[in-house]
């Protein structure tokens, strides 16, 4: 039992399970280096989730439906961005607004459109790709082989975005609005532009981090079948201190653990146990297991421009 | 001219939450007009089916029972500056807990009974929030997400029990659920106590004793809150923790208390269903109760008046939301997405009216 467990499969299906993770988790990334507490990211997930469903089963185009779901996504977070930038409300208060319009959305919509309670019909995702070379090596190159081309996807958009954020002067300014926005202000530096944009691009990843999960992963939408991915997806981030890489490596940790779980299912221990698993650990991990982590200073915080 | 302004401030407390609502439904009409509807028909027949006759009122009521309890479990927390998204595991490990309790004590009065029962409601809620409340105190971990987590353990945790420990068996019923709880260890229906004020409520009614215990502690929160020392903490630590702190409060110990209170007051938002109406623990019951807590609470300012009227509103809602079902094909989850639209548009309306005051004063 042991050896299945450590396995190059357990492997790559942590790998799997971190993908929708670490989309959202970046977009968390991106959202508090700005300033701006998403905890909308699980609705966001969520209602990525459904419209690649949707706009698979009309369209037939898993590329496409991804791309849609990242769009209604950033609709979503465009909402985040406007209730808890402009207006000023609390945006822990926002984001669970807007999760409960996700939730009760998505349903909604979902009993309209597949006419059946529960679930969509079996979707068609990704045609998986194979690495070349890498693949044909034995045992790691299990790794490379019959990917969804999201998880590769996903590897170089962690890439990209720790590049963005801390070797551009765009990521510099994006940083020095969570920072101290009054000196950023003072600086010239349009506070409430970067943190639009910072919001809206986490809506886009934290959308295709939900088509993950029902193109690649489920096949399939289920209501409510993000579980609280978008807030592991957070914990993810406070864990990686706010860094892409960081966050990746805790997502991939997340990912060990769900894999586990699924392969513990059906050994003894009672499946409601086992699927506390992830919960727990976000859990401990928030308790500070790894050391105190320091959010951007101006996290959660709204900035009044001055009035002169 | 401050008596003025206080007036204003009175009307604006009545007048935004009332505004809000009506903005809501006016967008939740506009999706019922993308579906086809006529929104006005639907309304005039879904709010007549909840409210036209004795028998709605009385599911109005039974609904509204376990929001104003949910409303109160947030409401508190927020006063103390922490957000309890767990009121929903709370109230499922409350309400499992009274169940057991109530099945496996012995046979009693219910005098003796009934009390400790409700008792452990309120400790199985209070387990249940302290854990998030410990770690926000001595870790300063965020309560949001750790609630949320315990949420997830609790549906679990909670499922595994009623399906493995404490099952009824011997019954073909689809969900799992515990035995029947004893009558000395349950509350009455109102049905009687309606007719007797000429209100024909029918004993079917699920409208049970829980009704007065959720108004008992509207007024008792209420109390705590403006009128103890402990309620003062409170409020001082949610309102301005660094002066509270300087001014000799215990913040520590006062976010774990708030959290206990908050708890409880969410545990015993499972006596309505658990303890009056199906007497028995019925796998996750709630279906989002403690979510809707968190609407209430919102729209009703945090205060005990506030959440008594929001209660009634979303207890009416729940009521539409079968008659949505019962009369169009119109999914019931759009009374959720009007929850929704309610919470935003209180949050903004509030947001801008307070910056309108604070604009007024500069000059």
Known sequence: ?308 | MKEDSFMKGLLWNILSPLFSVLLALILGGFVILSLGYNPIEIYAQVIGFALGNPIGWGYVLFNSTSLILAGLAVAVAFKGGLFNIGVEGQLLVGGLLSAVVGLSLPKMPWIIHFPIVLLSAMVGGMIWAGIPGFLKAKLGVHEVINTIMMNWIAYALTNYLVVNVVRETGVVYPLPQTAELPPSATLPRLGGFFQKFGINIPESNPVNASLFISLFMLILVYYLLWRTKIGYEIRAVGSNSLAAENGGINIQRTIIKTMFLSGALAGLASINDVLGYRHRFLDNFSHGLGFTGIAVALLGKNHPVGILFASLLFGALYRMAIGMDVFTHIPREIISILQALIIITVAVGNEIFTRMIMRRRKF
């Not at chain 1, 045992?139 to 019959?146: A, V």
């Open chain 1, 1 to 308: 039992m042991i050896s299945a467990l450590f396995s190059w499969e357990t492997i790559a299906s942590a790998i799997r399970m971190a993908t929708p993770l670490a989309f959202a988790s970046l977009g968390g990334v991106y959202s508090e280096r700005s300033g701006v507490v998403n905890i909308a990211l699980e609705g966001i997930m969520l209602v990525g989730a459904f419209f690649a469903a949707v706009f698979v089963y009309f369209f037939k185009n898993p590329w496409f439906a991804i791309f849609m779901a990242g769009i209604f996504g950033t609709f979503l977070s465009l909402i985040h961005a406007i209730v808890s930038i402009n207006f000023k409300v609390n945006q822990i208060v926002s984001g669970v607004a807007l999760n409960m319009l996700a939730t009760g959305g998505t349903t909604f919509l979902s009993r309209l459109i597949f006419k059946a309670a529960g679930s969509s019909p079996h979707l068609e995702g990704l045609a998986p790709w194979s690495i070349p070379g890498l693949s044909s090596i034995p045992g790691i190159g299990k790794l490379f082989l019959n990917l969804s081309p999201l998880i590769i996807i996903m590897f170089f958009t962690v890439i990209f975005s720790h590049f963005i954020l801390f070797k551009t002067v765009f990521g510099l300014r994006l940083r020095s609005v969570g920072e101290n926005p009054h000196a950023a202000d003072t600086l010239g530096i349009n506070v409430y532009l970067y943190r639009y944009i910072a919001v809206l691009i986490s809506g886009f990843l934290g959308g295709v981090g939900g088509a993950f999960l029902s193109l690649e992963h489920a096949r399939v939408f289920v209501e409510t079948m993000t579980v609280g991915r978008g807030f592991i997806a957070l914990a993810a981030m406070i864990f990686g201190k706010w860094t892409p890489f960081g966050s990746l490596g805790a997502c991939l940790l997340f990912g060990l653990a769900e894999a586990i779980r699924m392969r513990l299912e059906g050994v003894g221990i009672p499946t409601q146990f086992i699927q506390m698993i992830p919960y727990i650990l976000t859990m401990l991990i928030l308790a500070g297991v790894v050391g105190k982590a320091t959010a951007p200073a101006a996290d959660g915080i709204p900035y009044e421009k001055e009035e002169l």
